[in-house]
């Protein structure tokens, strides 16, 4: 193939198709690759009459279910290359004020063949529509129904959806039983397999330690912010100056024996003594201003 191609494009190729072209001038020629080349009214109705026999004649062909998956799929791109390439050419026929095909122009062939939905351009024909995975594609998602409104969505909404009333029956507080005690079984169970093995001494040894380890931890620590508190007692006492000194009153003996013998005197008298004796007391002493000496 390539071989001939490029006997087509040689010099020798071109002089003999041109001498060729000379000798029959009403032999057809090759249809332009773009629609823009054409500049004849004439000459692009009858491409775009070539065109669409060609794709009827390749609708015809994709009909056969027997081809082939992949001889199908070639089918369908070439008939969706063709009426792609004859809406080109229905372009440059309005261009050229001829008549506008894509209102009077016959549309059986577009018809027969299917778009997908989301996929405009493209067409599917004849058997190309059965192909696996175009078929499915095809098939109508089933209806759904009415939409519900937020005023029908709250209808189903009570004390049950939140909950609160999930106790009322009974039934939780038994399934929380019957699992409470299978779980507490199983925690029975284990405890008794670890001490069988010695396991729970271990724990304990380990907790005990790491408790003594938290502890001394703990102590450490205190003995720091005490050090640290101490040093800087130390550094203010060394910044300020020494505070004067004031001299205590410090009771002696004979002062603390005599105001319990004082306080023992006033119990008494407020124990045994009538209401007129105790007024009469209060006022003796307001007026001597001191507590009374007996």
Known sequence: MARNQEKAMSLLGRWYTYQKELEN??????????????????????WRTQIMKEIGKKV??????GLGEFRIRDLNDEINKLIREKAHWQDRIIELEGPNYHKIGP?????????????RGYKYFGAAKDLP???ELFEEEPSRGPRKTRGDL???????YY??????????????????????????????????????DKELEEQEKQEREEEEERERERIRERMQLDEGEEDTELKQP???????????????????????KMEL?????SDDLQKSSENAKTLLGRGLNF
């Open 269 to 273: 008298l407020l124990k045994y003594a």
């Open 154 to 160: 709250m209808k189903d909404v009570d004390a049950y």
């Open 133 to 135: 995975g175009v078929r």
């Open 60 to 65: 015809s062909q994709i009909q056969n279910a």
């Open 107 to 119: 549309k059986m062939l577009d018809r027969e063949g299917k778009e997908l939905p989301g996929n």
């Open 25 to 46: 001038p009403g032999a057809p020629k090759k249809r332009p690759y773009l629609a823009t080349h054409c500049n004849n009214l004439k000459a692009a109705e009858k």
């Open 163 to 200: 909950g609160y009333l999930d106790d009322e029956d009974g039934l939780l507080m038994e399934l929380e039983k019957d699992v409470e005690k299978r779980a507490r079984a199983i925690a029975v169970e284990e405890w008794k397999l670890k001490k069988e093995t010695g396991e729970i």
């Open 242 to 264: 020494a505070a004067r000194t004031v001299p205590l009153d410090i009771p002696s003996q004979q002062d603390v024996e005599f105001e319990l013998l004082r306080k023992k």
